[in-house]
T-cell receptor
Framework: GESVGLHLPTLSVQEGDNSIINCAYSNSASDYFIWYKQESGKGPQFIIDIRSNMDKRQGQRVTVLLNKTVKHLSLQIAATQPGDSAVYFC????????????FGTGTRLLVSP | EPEVTQTPSHQVTQMGQEVILRCVPISNHLYFYWYRQILGQKVEFLVSFYNNEISEKSEIFDDQFSVERPDGSNFTLKIRSTKLEDSAMYFCASILNSNQPQHFGDGTRLSIL
């Protein structure tokens, strides 16, 4: 799945660093948010999700923070590894009934060994 | 781990021809989706499908597009008369219920000549 664009924001880190990827969402009524990872030639892969009644959720090496006041999401990756290199998308659910996801533009994460 | 599978991985079609993209969602899932991603752009919602009918569609999903679940396992997207601007990656996704994150296939790259 080619999701690379000439103007895709890029975050370059060293292996072992912590990475923070940010996302601004559009709809204050969105109730569910998901971070996806997309590697070259693949579809979006689920990383972590969070509901609007929470402001933080932790997974294995990943943490998502939600700030509803400013409509901002962040994904923190601890001890970043070369295998984390990919494009990361946030998605917000715009429909509470059947789940309609609206994706952000994506951030490319490059991890150097 | 069960996964969403899509075929073909790459489809090349002449402009004006009909094309059918195929998806096998995860077997016990009930909600089905199609998204597209034009090269260099974000993932865009096309249509959601539940209980054998379309639950929501975007402005992109015009009269040239249709979806079908012909049997208990396949979910198809048909474009009746393809245009150059239909060239994109098309992703299928599914979920069991609307409180879960969508699982995506690896996509079909559609190239219209």
């Amino acid at each position: 799945g080619e999701s690379v664009g000439l103007h895709l924001p890029t975050l370059s880190v060293q292996e072992g660093d912590n990475s923070i990827i940010n996302c601004a969402y559009s709809n204050s009524a969105s109730d569910y948010f998901i971070w996806y990872k997309q590697e070259s030639g693949k579809g979006p892969q689920f990383i972590i999700d969070i509901r609007s009644n929470m402001d933080k959720r932790q997974g294995q090496r990943v943490t998502v923070l939600l700030n509803k006041t400013v409509k901002h999401l962040s994904l923190q990756i601890a001890a970043t590894q070369p295998g984390d290199s990919a494009v990361y998308f946030c998605a917000e659910n715009m429909n509470t009934g059947f789940q309609k996801l609206v994706f952000g533009t994506g951030t490319r994460l490059l991890v150097s060994p | 781990e069960p996964e969403v599978t899509q075929t073909p991985s790459h489809q090349v079609t002449q402009m004006g021809q009909e094309v059918i993209l195929r998806c096998v969602p995860i077997s016990n899932h009930l909600y089905f989706y199609w998204y597209r991603q034009i090269l260099g752009q974000k993932v865009e919602f096309l249509v959601s499908f539940y209980n054998n009918e379309i639950s929501e569609k975007s402005e992109i999903f015009d009269d040239q597009f249709s979806v079908e679940r012909p049997d208990g396992s396949n979910f198809t997207l048909k474009i009746r008369s393809t245009k150059l601007e239909d060239s994109a990656m098309y992703f299928c996704a599914s979920i069991l219920n609307s409180n879960q994150p969508q699982h995506f296939g690896d996509g079909t790259r559609l190239s219209i000549l």
